[in-house]
């Protein structure tokens, strides 16, 4: 339930409604605007709550929450959420970059690069050091090692780092190293590592799970907010389809879709997204123009030789070419890069 007080409600009014909310077996979540103050009562929404909650002292009106999925609603809140951490702000004018490796290799490897991409305009550094790997055989990533060059990379460069983590119980090592902690396609629908993120507050990019519905997705994200931290950044990274010119399809109507139903930021992955090298500059472009408040991008400096996803890596002279033409998207779009 949305509860919208009067402009000239006052703080005794506001917290009285804030514990008839709880008393209802529901969760507050004050939002303070310029004009008036509106109280989202977090919960089952069954009958009867109107009547419970208009008569309060203060209240202007009452309004049900219609997407199964509140805090991530834009009917909560007019206001866009902002994820920033170190120099990455995610969600305001100037378009993201995380740009980075499929995996972490070494240290020389991930200090070379990050410190290539922090030139180029990068203000993330992606990395897996924990990789989820099709096949048991390949390459599973250096895992605390990784974490351990990660951070080399940011002290180095100062590029805020994104890496996944995929197990509940690697939550607080990972947020050790950690600016963002990313959630892979694979386990978007991991409830209890869901959980596990949203209790560490760290900043988190949830990324779509491969044949995840938008419902289904911003549900996953709102088992983060309900844990009480709010910096989730949704990513497109491609679907499964029928379609095999591609690794998945990379829907780009997703990007305005979830601006209209949720007030997160929305981060595309044209990487994952196509799986092609030589497609990754196109779609971040149509990215761009979508209205993506960022990117993700995977750069190596030997394509062919790296570890894992060389194929849909990009070099360090593609993406330089990349950001040259986004910016000019980005402008042409009222955003800056
Ligand atoms: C990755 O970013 O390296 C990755 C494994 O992505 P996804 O979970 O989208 O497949
Ligand atoms: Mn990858």
Redesign the pocket.
Known sequence: MIVVMKPDATAEQIDHMESHIRSLGMSPQVLRGTQRTVIAAIGEERDGLVEALEPGEGVERVLPILAPYKRASSELTSERTVVSTRGLVVGGVKVAVIAGP??VESEEQIVSIAVILKALGATGL?G?AF??RTSPYSFQGHKEDGLKMLATARDATGLAIVT?VMAPEHVPLVARYADVL?I????MQNYQLLQAVGDSGKAVLL??G?SATIEEFLLAAEYILDRGNPHVML?E??IRTFEDHTRFTLPLATVPYLQEKSHLPVVV?P??GTGKARLVTPMAKASVAAGADGL?I?VHEDPEHAM??GSQTITPAAFSQMMAMCQRIAEAVDRTM
């Open positions: 499929c995996s992606r897996g990789k989820p996944e990313q892979g396609a694979r386990n990324k779509r491969m990513c990274r491609g992955d990487s994952h993700i995977e894992s996803d």
